[in-house]
């Protein structure tokens, strides 16, 4: 075996565990972070960050080819909450919520909430419909293998920064809270619970 080619393994074995200690990481429950200096967020002990309403980032514009091979723009559900889970079908805290997020959102609908899932880290789409069929999840997933969707999100707004993260948009089109940890049904409601309320 050649130098180079001894070499050309390592740097292959190395940026592999890199990536794979980054999904473990990524994936491993969420944490309470942010909140301080100017971020205009404060995250609660439950690991809610919120915002005050006239405090809030405006959402950026999502849109793109849906798990399903289907086109959605965000801006088709203006005027509505939109809910926003970013998970993996290899994510295990994306599938304990899965069934949480499945159930809110229908109960939810005919109150002018919508969920959407930003699929991200998945290299086909295959495993992400089994995903979704498995857990029952009626509503579109964006399609984002690579994370460019996520990027989109401005450094220092409620930016998802793990995976699962949730975000909820409020009828104006502003972010509004997120978490970064796999959610029971009892603290999605909790966190929108609030959104709901406002006028």
Do not use: H
């Amino acid at each position: 075996m050649s130098v180079r080619t001894s070499r050309s393994r390592a740097a292959l074995l190395s940026a592999g565990a890199a990536a794979l200690a980054l999904t473990l990481s990524a994936c491993a429950g969420g944490g309470i972070e942010g909140g301080g200096g100017q971020t205009g967020f404060i995250t609660g002990t439950d690991g809610i960050a919120t915002v005050k309403k006239g405090d809030r980032d405006t959402a950026p514009d999502l849109s793109g080819k849906t798990i399903d091979g289907k086109q959605l723009d965000l801006s088709a559900y203006q005027g509505k909450i939109i809910v926003l889970n970013v998970w993996g079908s290899w994510c295990a805290p994306c599938r304990a919520e899965a069934p949480n997020l499945a159930k809110v959102s229908e109960d939810l609908a005919d109150r002018g909430v919508q969920f959407v899932g930003i699929n991200t880290r998945d290299t086909s789409t295959r495993p992400a419909i089994a995903f979704e069929k498995q857990y029952k999840v009626e509503y579109p997933s964006l399609y984002d293998p690579t994370g460019k969707l996520l990027l989109r999100f401005e450094k220092g707004s409620l930016n998802p920064q793990l995976i699962p993260s949730t975000l909820v948009v409020d009828r104006e089109g502003k972010l509004a809270a997120r978490t970064q940890q796999a959610l029971s049904e009892e603290k999605l409601r909790k966190m929108l619970d609030p959104i709901l309320a406002e006028k």
